[in-house]
């Protein structure tokens, strides 16, 4: 359901009973007077399934394979799906067994018990310039919490691009020094190594830390150096690239390893990360897990921690997808220059980017240009930074070195060449390299005029068109799965299985069969079929847009209290005006379908002049309730599984009997 939210008419979607069809769209349907809406899926030939709104929670968004013209859809009433299903909940029974041996082996591993804060943690964090934000603070005690028990952590620390992870991952490392450990940060590049070890000096000045940087910015004989101080115990903090878990890296005592933009190191690192870090408690950081990742999260193999609110003051970096035009692109950063902020300008290339940095210094001869790429040698880079910072630079030409992790708030414009060349979690973090401060941040990927982009590079752009919201990294994560196809959680086996019932199916199967190993009866979620002649139904004139309906009777199907009822119609009123009555009767038939599910009623249906109840069971006292008011107008289809026929009163409206009854059973239900 999560997955519903972007659903467009011809996506792929999934069925939990009858499987993959396209969705076409909500139709109404009128019979017996009444009109309702039913979601409309397609199946393999002419095979249509109208479902009733009601039961939106059995449909999923299909995330799968690379191109939707390569899934097979189902056929009804073949049993085809029902054979996937079953042959997917085997493969995942074998996954969950593996899986609860992992949890096993982890629980038992004996790791550190980190101290509890002291003064000099809660003097270290009160330093801290800015306002904590509530997710901030969470995640910090989430962590905290994982380090002061005596097994290894493993956490993954999610959040959106310049939500404040560096800070919570500083705390953590803070207090592991306090604890006379060492701690090590690695990061993917020396860009982003360099600028976090700017940031620790600053964090740490006023306190006896000793920081050191280990990255090619570092002479082999600094280098050696640092190493020698590692093993000895004289650093307390090191920073650096892969070059940390290098054999001759030895550590004296490492308590503590944070590894940032963790998507960016390759599965080959991440092993060799299990073995340098075996038995180190391990904090990893993220702002767009890949998919394997965030699968595994999901799946309970690794803790999370989400940091979902943005700082204060921050608004969102608007986003436009457009043609390289250079007249659009000077407009872009004259406006820039004139508010006095400067521009990241992406041209991926280093053989001619000088060139690219010229032809804009013809158009832009005020302009302060200067170049930035990974084959400059450390003094180069360092400058370059210095005068970025220091505001001596206006325009910043560079390669994607820039792209995880630093930290210029004064540059506020990006511009990327050839856009459709990046991947979608790339694209993502370049995008988070602006608007991070009280100013506005605009970002424009470009493509060459008249390109035929592909499907992929098509659905890239669009989702960063789309997704420009903060906390977006969940759904670029989701929507890079779908596009890219998804990834295996514990090896290549379980990838077809993913494919042939979808992410969301898989997980939720993988989860069923993980709580069963653990000897846990997975929750059987209540659900009750309601039937019956009543104007059921959102109107298009009410609410205009597919995506906000389907929104709204997602809302309208978790309604389960009175008080939520209230809510809800205060909702609409605030956003669409007074709600027509198709509207409030489609809330007050899943208000009681929801009562009746929780107390055993399947099925409630209105045929021939009678009401059917379909229940589990019948206590004694609800049949005697039932006698009691229908005197004469009721009947029993047996004790236990059984069904209730109640004759409706000319009098009576359909939905009413239905309220009635429902509300007798709940009273007299038995009582535990």
Not at 65 to 74: A, E, I, M, T, Y
Not at 75 to 89: A, C, D, P
Not at 245 to 272: C, N, P, T, W
Not at 558 to 579: A, C, M, W
Request: charge should be neutral; charged fraction near 30%; proline fraction near 3%.
């Amino acid at each position: 359901m999560r997955s519903l939210a972007d659903i467009t008419e011809g996506d792929l979607v999934v069925h939990s009973g009858h499987g993959i069809g396209r969705f076409i769209g909500i139709r109404k349907l009128e019979m017996d007077g009444v009109t309702k809406d039913y979601i409309t899926i397609q199946y393999a030939g002419t095979d249509k399934l109208y479902i009733p709104v009601t039961q939106l929670d059995m449909v999923s968004k299909y995330i799968g394979p690379r191109d939707d013209s390569g899934v097979k859809l189902n056929k009804l009433s073949s049993g085809e799906w029902q054979k996937t299903r079953s042959n997917v909940k085997r493969a995942v029974k074998d996954m969950a067994h593996e899986l609860i041996a992992l949890y096993a082996k982890r629980e038992k591993s004996v790791g550190f018990a980190f101290y509890p804060d002291d003064e000099i943690q809660h003097d270290f964090e009160e330093r801290f310039p800015y306002v904590e934000t509530d997710d901030q603070l969470q995640s910090i005690a989430e962590i905290k919490a994982d380090m002061e028990r005596a097994r290894p952590m493993e956490r993954l620390l999610c959040g959106d691009v310049g939500f404040g992870k560096t800070e919570v991952a500083l705390r953590a490392a803070m207090k592991c020094v306090l604890s006379g450990k060492q701690c090590a940060i690695l990061a993917p590049t020396t860009v982003l190594a360099y600028q976090h070890y700017q940031t620790a000096l600053r964090r740490f000045e006023h306190f006896p830390v000793n920081i050191e940087l280990l990255s090619r910015y570092r002479t082999p004989k600094q280098q050696e150096e640092i190493i020698k101080k590692l093993k000895q115990g004289r650093i307390d903090l090191i920073i650096g690239t892969h070059k940390i878990i290098q054999k001759s890296v030895v550590f004296k005592d490492l308590g503590l390893a944070i590894i940032d933009e963790e998507q960016r190191f390759g599965v080959a690192h991440k092993e060799k990360f299990k073995e340098s870090f075996a038995g180190v408690d391990v904090l990893m950081l993220s702002a767009t897990p890949i998919p394997r990742t965030l699968n595994m999260a999901m799946s309970g193999i690794r803790d999370m921690s989400v940091i979902e609110e943005p700082p204060q003051d921050r608004y969102p970096v608007q986003t436009y997808v457009i043609e390289y035009n250079m007249g659009t692109i000077i407009q872009a950063i004259v406006r820039e220059l004139r508010r006095g902020g400067q521009v990241y300008y992406i041209h991926n290339r280093v053989e001619t980017i000088h060139a690219c940095a010229s032809r804009l210094k013809e158009l832009l001869p005020e302009a302060r240009i200067a170049v930035a790429h990974g084959q400059m040698g450390e003094d180069e880079m360092s400058d370059i930074w210095e005068q970025l910072v220091e505001h001596e630079v206006d325009i910043l030409v560079c390669t994607t070195i820039i792209e995880t992790g630093v930290d210029v708030p004064n540059v506020n414009t990006l511009i990327i060449e050839d856009s459709d060349r990046f991947g979608l979690s790339q694209l993502y973090q370049l995008r988070g390299r602006v608007g991070r401060s009280n100013r506005r941040g605009y970002a424009y990927f470009t493509y060459q005029r008249d390109k035929v982009l592909t499907e992929i590079a098509t659905k890239r752009l669009n989702a960063m068109r789309e997704f420009t919201q903060f906390g977006s990294g969940f759904r670029i994560a989701l929507r890079d799965l779908e596009i890219r196809g998804a990834g295996s959680i514990l090896g290549g086996r379980q990838h077809g299985h993913m494919e042939a019932v979808g992410y969301d199916m898989y997980l939720q199967l993988l989860s069923e069969a993980i709580a069963e190993e653990k000897g846990i009866q997975p929750e059987k979620v209540p659900e009750c079929l309601v039937d019956i002649q009543i104007d059921a139904h959102i109107p298009e004139k009410y609410i205009s847009s597919l995506n906000q309906r389907i929104d709204m009777y997602r809302k309208i199907m978790l309604v389960n209290e009175d008080s939520d009822k209230s809510d809800l119609i205060d909702e609409l009123i605030d956003r669409y005006g007074d709600p027509p009555k198709s509207v409030v009767g489609l809330i007050d038939v899943s208000l009681l379908r929801n009562k009746a599910a929780h107390m055993g009623i399947t099925e409630i249906s209105q045929k021939n002049g009678a009401m059917y109840f379909y229940t589990e069971y019948l206590v004694p006292e609800q049949i005697a309730a039932l006698q009691q008011a229908y005197k004469g107008r009721i009947t029993f289809n047996g004790v236990g599984k059984s069904y209730v026929s109640v004759k409706i009163s000319p009098k009576i409206r359909p939905f009413d009997m239905m309220r009635e009854t429902v509300e007798l059973l709940y009273q007299n239900r038995e009582k535990k």
